[in-house]
C-alpha cells in the first residue's frame, strides 16, 4: 500500500525556517517523482515544486512564489522527501501535501499545518 | 511554465442536471491531466487520473475526456453530494484556478 505521512509543520516568525519531512512506502521512491503542493486558508491548490527520478535526472523545479527560499531534496536511503523552507513569509501559511504519481495515478499524503506569524 | 485555465470559475445547477467543467493547458500535455474534488475542510479527493481513467470507487456519473489542451470533467446527472470546489491538474505539476460547484 502506498503511503506517505509528512511531518514538521508547526507555528514559525515570519523570517524564519522550517523543513518539512515526508516519509514514504509502498512504491520503489527511487523510481518516481515526488511533488510538494500547499494549500493556504480559503484559496486554492498550489503546486510548490517537485524532484524528479534519477532516471529523469534528478532535477528540482518550483513555482515562482517559492523559488530561491525553498529546497526540495530527498534521501533515497531512508526513503524520505523533504521541504526546506527559508526566508517564510504570512502567504506562506498553508497546509502541505507531498504528492507522488504511480502509473499517472497521484497519491497524497494527509499534509501537515505550517503556519507563519509573529 | 505551462498554465491550466479552468472554466467557469463559479457554476450553479440543480439536482439531475448535466454540468461540464473545462481545463485548458497553454501547451500540449497530452493526457497528463488529472481532476480533484474538494469539501470545505477537507483534503482534495481523486476522481479522475490520466485524462479519462475514473478512480476506484469514485461514482460512474464522472467522466473526463480530452488531450492535449483542453479537457473536461463531466457530471451526468448531478447529485446533492456533488457540490464543492473541482481542481484539475497537471500531473506533478500546476493546479487550474478551481471551479465552485453549487447545488441550486
Known amino acids: 500500500e502506498v503511503q506517505l505521512v509528512e511531518s514538521g509543520g508547526g507555528l514559525v516568525k515570519p523570517g524564519g525556517s522550517l523543513r518539512l519531512s515526508c516519509a514514504a512506502s509502498?512504491?520503489?521512491?527511487?523510481?518516481?517523482?515526488m511533488t510538494w503542493v500547499r494549500q493556504a486558508p480559503g484559496k486554492g491548490l498550489e503546486w510548490v515544486g517537485r524532484s524528479k527520478s534519477k532516471n529523469d535526472g534528478g532535477t528540482t523545479d518550483y513555482a515562482a512564489p517559492v523559488k530561491d527560499r525553498f529546497t526540495i531534496s530527498r534521501d533515497e536511503s531512508k526513503n524520505m522527501l523533504y521541504l526546506q523552507m527559508n526566508g517564510l513569509k504570512s502567504d506562506d501559511t498553508a497546509i502541505y501535501y507531498c504528492?507522488?504519481?504511480?502509473?499517472?495515478?497521484?497519491?497524497w499524503g494527509q499534509g501537515t499545518l505550517v503556519t507563519v506569524s509573529s | 511554465d505551462i498554465q491550466l485555465t479552468q472554466s467557469p470559475s463559479f457554476l450553479s445547477a440543480s439536482v439531475g442536471d448535466r454540468v461540464t467543467i473545462t481545463c485548458r493547458a497553454s501547451?500540449?500535455?497530452?493526457?497528463?491531466l488529472a481532476w480533484y474534488q474538494q469539501k470545505p475542510g477537507k483534503a482534495p479527493k481523486l476522481l479522475i487520473y490520466a485524462a479519462s481513467t475514473l478512480e476506484s470507487g469514485v461514482p460512474s456519473r464522472f467522466s473526463g475526456s480530452g488531450s492535449g489542451t483542453e479537457f473536461t470533467l463531466t457530471i451526468s446527472s448531478l447529485q446533492p453530494e456533488d457540490f464543492g470546489t473541482y481542481y484539475c491538474q497537471q500531473l506533478n505539476s500546476y493546479f487550474g484556478q478551481g471551479t465552485r460547484l453549487e447545488i441550486k
Open positions: 501547451q500540449d500535455i497530452s493526457s497528463y
Open positions: 509502498g512504491f520503489t521512491f527511487g523510481d518516481v517523482w
Open positions: 504528492t507522488t504519481d504511480l502509473q499517472l495515478r497521484q497519491h
